[in-house]
Each structure stands twice: as structure tokens, then as C-alpha cells.
């Protein structure tokens, strides 16, 4: 029984950084995985970011861009957007798992029990 709530997506400009967040509430663990996706119009849901374990996971379209961060006292996790591109338009999703997760199956959707309500990033050009 975790609820996790995002804030921060607004409308920016191409080139623009924003910081969502993340914070997780009720029955919380001490540790483990907590992650973004991320849904387009027409497109399939994609993973953005994951932290487990002490490591940090990226997609190919974000590294070097966004940075994912937790501040553990808060129960919050964070996704620093930068340099951010019209392409990176989408419904962000915060995600979380009471078990550690590894290799291939941090970028899977059904690896992820709980799920936020969604905030819309939207990036002009």
C-alpha cells in the first residue's frame, strides 16, 4: 500500500530544464526501486530512469540529460530534465517496486507494482 505522487511537468521551451518529483507515501520500505516512464500521444509507454540498488539506470533517448536522484529521509525521487527536446513531450509516470530490481528488468513496466497519477511535460520548439 504505497501512493506515490508527481509534481514539477509544465509547458517549457526547447532547451529548458525541469525538475519532477516524486514522493511516496503510506506503507514506504527502506529500500527499493523507484523509477520514471513515460507516455507519448500514440506511443507506447517507455522507461526513462531507475534507481536501485545504489545504481542509476537511463534510457538511450535520455542519458546525459536527465539525472535521477533520491533523497531517502523524504521518500522522494527526483528526475532533473535538461537541455530538454520537443520529442521529450509526454505524460510522466513516478513508479516504484518493493523488491530491488536488476539487469533487464529495471526497464520492465510489470517489474513496477505501484504507479503515480501521471504529470503532462509538455516541451515547445
Known amino acids: 500500500q504505497v501512493q506515490l505522487v508527481e509534481s514539477g511537468g509544465e509547458l517549457v521551451q526547447a532547451g529548458g530544464s525541469l525538475r519532477l518529483s516524486c514522493a511516496a507515501s503510506g506503507r514506504t520500505l527502506s529500500t527499493y526501486t523507484m523509477g520514471w516512464f513515460r507516455q507519448a500521444p500514440g506511443k507506447e509507454r517507455e522507461f526513462v530512469a531507475s534507481?536501485?540498488?545504489?545504481?542509476?539506470y537511463y534510457a538511450d533517448s535520455v542519458k546525459g540529460r536527465f539525472t535521477i536522484s533520491r533523497d531517502k529521509a523524504k521518500n522522494t525521487v527526483y528526475l532533473q530534465m535538461n537541455n530538454l527536446k520537443p520529442e521529450d513531450t509526454a505524460v510522466y509516470y513516478c513508479?516504484?517496486?518493493?523488491?530491488?530490481?536488476?539487469?533487464?528488468?529495471?526497464?520492465?513496466?510489470?517489474?513496477?507494482?505501484?504507479w503515480g497519477q501521471g504529470t503532462q511535460v509538455t516541451v515547445s520548439s
Open positions: 513508479a516504484a517496486s518493493g523488491a530491488l530490481l536488476y539487469s533487464n528488468t529495471i526497464v520492465v513496466q510489470g517489474s513496477y507494482q505501484y
Open positions: 534507481s536501485s540498488g545504489g545504481l542509476n
